[in-house]
C-alpha cells in the first residue's frame, strides 16, 4: 500500500496550488482518506480535509471556502485545491487514511504518504 503526495511548492498569499494523493496498493474509494499538515518546527500533525467512502467531506474551520477535496475513482487520486492561500497555511500536507482519535478528532491512519511541502509568502 503506498500513497503518493505532491502538488506543493512556493506560493504567494493569496494564490492557490492543487496536492494530489495518488494511491497504490488499495482502492482510495473505501477509505476516508484525509489531508494532514505539519507546520514548521510542529510535531503535531493537523488535520485539514478529508473524504469518506460515500464522498461525503469534512475540513477544519480554517479552511472552509478556500479549500476544496475531491477524488478520482479512475485514477485513484484524491484532490485538494487550495485558493486564497494564507502564511498560516505553510506545512508540510500528507495525506492518509483517517481514523478517530482518543480526543474524537481525526487522526492519520496506517496508510500515508511521505508529504509534499506549500510555503506561502507574504
Known amino acids: 500500500f503506498q500513497l503518493q503526495a505532491s502538488g506543493g511548492g512556493l506560493v504567494q498569499a493569496g494564490g492557490s496550488l492543487t496536492l494530489s494523493c495518488a494511491a497504490s496498493?488499495?482502492?482510495?474509494?473505501?477509505?476516508?482518506i484525509g489531508w494532514f499538515r505539519q507546520a514548521p518546527g510542529n510535531e503535531r500533525e493537523a488535520f485539514v480535509y478529508?473524504?469518506?467512502?460515500?464522498?461525503?467531506?469534512d475540513c477544519v474551520d480554517s479552511v472552509k471556502g478556500r479549500f476544496a477535496i475531491s477524488r478520482d475513482n479512475a485514477k485513484n487520486t484524491v484532490y485538494l485545491r487550495m485558493n486564497d492561500l494564507k502564511v498560516d497555511d505553510t506545512g508540510l500536507y500528507f495525506c492518509?487514511?483517517?481514523?478517530?482519535?482518543?480526543?474524537?478528532?481525526?487522526?492519520?491512519?496506517?496508510?500515508r504518504g511521505q508529504g509534499t511541502l506549500v510555503t506561502v509568502s507574504s
Open positions: 492518509a487514511s483517517v481514523n478517530i482519535g482518543v480526543d474524537l478528532d481525526y487522526v492519520p491512519g496506517d496508510r
Open positions: 496498493g488499495f482502492s482510495l474509494a473505501r477509505y476516508a
Open positions: 478529508l473524504i469518506n467512502s460515500s464522498g461525503t467531506t
